[in-house]
């Protein structure tokens, strides 16, 4: 706890215990937006890997087999690398994975899920570290996963016995000597409430990891700080400024959404019950209508802006603006041809059929822009999904068109430094700019920078070639205009 402290102050940082929410990160100094708050290498991490080598990625640094380089490995035929490189630098831990992967015959292999992985390799660290093989610092040691909450009074029969059956599994896998099952359950539970996904720096996961120093951060549905990931370094920045003596939180959660839908999905993966500002304005007016204008009806006059609320005489629902009623059969008529619809769209569109589902989700979202208001989160996922096919076939000025209508509900379900924000920016500055739009483009790719150097920092890889090409649209733009000036005198 000494050396823990010390670590802490030197990065001007407390952790006190408050009530009803334990351990909890403080700063002892101002913070400003963008500053590294901390970073931690995780205790253990795996990749998000399926049994197929196209799907899979490297244990060592999560790179996926683009190139058709990545080795599975010899002798447990389930980790795999890209490299000598990568492999050398897990080998004193996987060597012991290895070893123990391989005593399972191969039905028992398709079980080994990243999730019993990270379990596995939990344990082996934890043993190479008692036994001095591997070092033991202040942010990278069991004693800090020890700490962490696991929740498991309040779990239930069905999960606990889940837990059970897959600590029955590590156990087989491991086969070490006095192994506890309550305590490899226990720690399942840790990381259903702990363990965090490791995204890229377009936020697309590529694997899940356990790093417990970060995890004394609290949760905020308007949290003052982001988590991030640098390979796999998880790096806590400040999206505002944050006094002197302010606690630090994240989210932990999608926070695009109603009080009430935040609050189930915490209290569902995560169980507790949030009491953060955002939260306690639960049922006052303004969080009814926007959680009405995110989550429910749009007006039956399609001129009208105004949203909905429930008619007290059951009757349907009255708009807020101009007390139209909009009946409970208009409604539920809508909301049906759209749950039909949606039910024959792919979540993940063959090659083959990438066209059709294109065509199946504009019919949802013809359906959802009649029942929803344009600022629903129902109709930007949609919308989400309908940007990400187009991409994918290639239909540049359309992807464009939804990056445009998708910006503007980011920006009301979002912080200002939110870094999903930035990313929808980068690509619509990247689509302007492939079709010529070059103006455009520099103002999108400007507002991307803006936005990405609060949460990205501005030394990663990413982040310099999202500036080398904004220097790059500006001369362009430059260019441009002088010539235009040239041919006009």
């Known amino acids: 706890m000494a050396d823990l402290e010390r670590f802490l102050e030197d990065r001007c940082l407390s952790v006190l215990n408050l009530p009803q929410k334990g351990r909890s990160l403080f700063t002892t100094r101002y913070f400003r937006p963008g500053e590294v708050i901390l970073s931690q290498k995780p205790y253990v991490c795996v990749p998000n890997n399926n049994t197929s080598s196209s799907e899979s990625r490297c244990d060592g640094c999560f790179k996926t087999n683009d190139n058709n380089n990545l080795k599975r490995c010899s002798g447990c035929q389930v980790v795999w690398y890209c490299g000598s490189s990568c492999q050398k630098s897990e080998w004193k831990l996987h060597r012991h994975e290895c070893k123990a ?171 507790f019950h949030c009491q953060c500002a955002r939260c306690n304005n639960f049922g006052k007016p303004h969080d009814i209508e926007e959680s009405a204008i995110l989550e429910c009806y749009r007006c039956a006059n399609e001129k009208c802006t105004g949203f909905l609320l429930r008619d007290p005489e059951e009757k349907g629902f009255v708009c807020q603006k101009c007390l139209l009623l909009r009946s409970k059969e208009e409604v539920k008529k809508l909301a049906s041809d759209i749950k039909r619809v949606s039910e024959k769209a792919p979540a993940s569109p063959s090659a083959e059929n990438k066209q059709a589902t294109i065509e199946l989700y504009k019919t949802i979202e013809r359906l959802q822009v009649k029942l929803y ?117």
Not at 393 to 408: D, F, G, Q
Not at 427 to 433: N, S
Not at 472 to 483: F, K, V
């Open 373 to 489: 208001n344009s600022f629903s989160i129902t109709l930007m996922r949609t919308r989400e999904k309908l940007l990400k096919i187009l991409m994918d076939v290639e239909s540049w000025r359309e992807a464009l068109n939804y990056c445009r209508l998708i910006v503007p509900v980011y920006q009301r379900v979002y912080p200002a430094t939110h870094p999903l924000i930035g990313l929808q920016f980068y690509t619509q500055g990247k689509l302007e700019w492939l079709l010529g739009e070059t103006k455009e483009a520099v103002s999108s790719l400007t507002k991307a920078f803006d936005v990405l150097r609060i949460s990205h920092g501005t030394s990663t890889a990413f982040m310099k070639e999202l500036s080398a090409k904004l220097e790059e649209a500006r001369a362009e733009a430059s260019y441009i205009e002088r010539h235009a000036y040239d041919d006009a005198n």
């Open 101 to 271: 992967l391989s005593r399972l015959d191969k039905e028992k292999r398709k079980f080994v899920t990243p999730t019993i992985r990270l379990m596995v390799k939990l344990y082996i660290k934890r043993n190479l570290q008692n036994e001095k093989v591997l070092p033991v610092t202040t942010t990278d040691n069991y004693t800090l996963v020890e700490a962490l909450v696991s929740h498991m009074s309040e779990i239930d029969e069905q999960q606990m016995l889940l837990y059970a059956q897959m600590a029955n599994l590590v156990n087989l896998i491991l086969q070490l000597p006095n192994v506890d099952l309550r305590e490899i359950a226990e720690n399942f539970s840790k990381f259903s409430c702990n363990a965090h996904t490791i995204c890229d720096s377009e936020l697309r996961p590529q694997g899940i990891g356990l790093f417990p120093f970060v995890s004394i951060i609290n949760h905020s549905c308007s949290p003052n700080a982001i988590l991030v990931f640098e390979e796999q370094m998880a790096v806590v920045r400040a999206m505002d400024k944050i006094p002197k003596d302010s606690e630090i939180t994240i989210s932990y959660i999608e926070t695009a959404g109603s009080t009430l839908t935040r609050q189930k999905s915490l209290k569902e993966q995560y169980l």
